[in-house]
């Protein structure tokens, strides 16, 4: 079996697919064409923000997040310490530091109450100025943000939504991509909502936001691509993946059930022997993956491998412990939540073909 079955999704949309991207062929318009005006529109629509705009990954579009909020060197930018690499590299390629949060214990997400200790020590310490925060909705779950959104009130801090993984969970109704000043998304293949190659966007409610970005994403244009007011960079969507994505996104509500009836399928026959995942009340995941704990993990693994079922590990190494951040500084035991869950959680297969 497949981890993430991309050869099923495609078999079911293949005929829709196909007729999209050879719409964008007989047009010829590959870069910026008509296709990408439309899904902007359709994924606004379906997040419940005034604006979503495309760019070229999930990388570059929280780049762009930090590029409109002014991130600079002698910056503090708070993220969870059990994430991807880029939701933390690409604060320090703004030349800010990345200021690492332990997770919550039972969503893995980044923990409201160790994020306003590490605040406050930053505060306390007065070397860097505190501006803002990216929460991740790791494995599909929306992170923390009531709470999340009350402490970047109290403490005057930007929240940026990193929904790569996220996307189609919600909190009481309001969808993921949806929080904070401004939120992101990757279309990598593997994400739940994924195109045929590199692909992101970023959803704001704000409309200087939304311009920036806009030129942001063009080489800092002004009224054309010839007037640069700004420094930016080369972030477009090609048509060709907007295309894939219209479709995709059509299917996509029903992807998510059936996401949702496998992750219950697997708490029920799992919960008896390992930690499965916790979603709390009135929040819906998205199941970018479906994680459990073992202190066994290696064994276990090895077991599943041996009946032709494969299983991956996100993530092996928190950001803290990562050869690039060693210049911060953080030791063993810094972030002990997390630091358990890098040597026990191990992901089964989950995509909408179960």
């Known amino acids: 079996m497949q981890f993430i079955d991309l050869e099923a999704q495609y078999l079911h949309l293949k005929d829709k697919i196909n007729a999209r991207i050879q719409k964008v062929l007989d047009h010829g318009q590959y870069?910026?064409?008509?296709?990408?005006?439309?899904?902007?529109?359709?994924?606004?629509?379906?997040?419940g923000v005034k604006h979503a705009i495309t760019c070229a990954n999930g990388t570059d579009a929280l780049t762009l997040a930090m590029m409109v909020l002014g991130i600079k060197e002698g910056d503090a930018v708070f993220c969870p310490t059990f994430t991807f690499f880029a939701t933390a590299e690409v604060i320090a390629y703004e030349g800010a530091t990345p200021v690492f949060v332990d997770s919550d214990a039972d969503t893995f997400n980044i923990c409201p109450i160790d994020l306003e200790k590490r605040i406050q020590k930053v505060i306390e310490d007065g070397v860097l100025t505190p501006k803002a925060i990216i929460a991740v909705d790791l494995f599909g779950l929306p992170a923390n943000y009531p709470e999340i959104e009350k402490v970047a009130k109290k403490y005057s801090l930007k929240l940026v939504e990193d929904a790569a993984q996220g996307f189609g969970g919600s909190i009481k109704g309001k969808r993921a991509g949806s929080f904070g000043d401004m939120?992101?998304?990757?279309?990598?293949?593997?994400?739940?909502?994924?195109?045929?190659?590199?692909?992101?966007?970023?959803?704001?409610?704000?409309?200087?936001?939304?311009?920036?970005?806009?030129?942001?994403?063009?080489?800092?244009?002004?009224?054309?691509?010839?007037?640069?007011?700004?420094?930016?960079?080369?972030?477009?969507?090609?048509?060709?993946?907007?295309?894939?994505?219209?479709?995709?996104?059509?299917?996509?509500?029903?992807?998510?059930?059936?996401?949702?009836?496998?992750?219950?399928?697997?708490?029920?026959?799992?919960?008896?022997?390992?930690?499965?995942?916790?979603?709390?009340?009135?929040?819906?995941?998205?199941?970018?993956?479906?994680?459990?704990?073992?202190?066994?993990?290696?064994?276990?693994?090895?077991?599943?491998?041996?009946?032709?079922?494969?299983?991956?590990?996100?993530?092996?190494?928190?950001?803290?412990?990562?050869?690039?951040?060693?210049?911060?500084?953080?030791?063993?035991?810094?972030?002990?939540?997390?630091?358990?869950?890098?040597?026990?959680?191990?992901?089964?297969?989950?995509?909408?073909?179960?």
């Open 31 to 47: 870069i910026m064409g008509p296709e990408v005006q439309e899904l902007e529109q359709k994924l606004a629509e379906y997040v």
């Open 183 to 354: 939120a992101t998304t990757s279309f990598f293949p593997a994400k739940p909502l994924g195109c045929y190659g590199d692909g992101g966007a970023v959803f704001t409610n704000n409309d200087e936001y939304a311009e920036l970005i806009k030129s942001y994403r063009v080489h800092g244009k002004g009224h054309d691509k010839y007037d640069n007011v700004r420094i930016g960079m080369n972030s477009r969507l090609d048509t060709i993946q907007a295309a894939i994505l219209i479709e995709k996104l059509a299917e996509f509500p029903i992807e998510l059930i059936n996401r949702n009836r496998a992750a219950k399928c697997y708490e029920l026959e799992l919960s008896p022997m390992y930690v499965t995942p916790k979603v709390p009340q009135h929040y819906v995941s998205s199941w970018a993956q479906y994680t459990l704990m073992s202190g066994e993990r290696d064994t276990v693994m090895a077991a599943y491998k041996d009946k032709g079922i494969p299983t991956f590990v996100y993530y092996k190494t928190c950001m803290h412990q990562q050869t690039a951040f060693e210049y911060l500084n953080y030791k063993v035991g810094d972030f002990p939540v997390a630091e358990r869950l890098a040597k026990q959680v191990f992901s089964l297969p989950m995509h909408g073909y179960l």
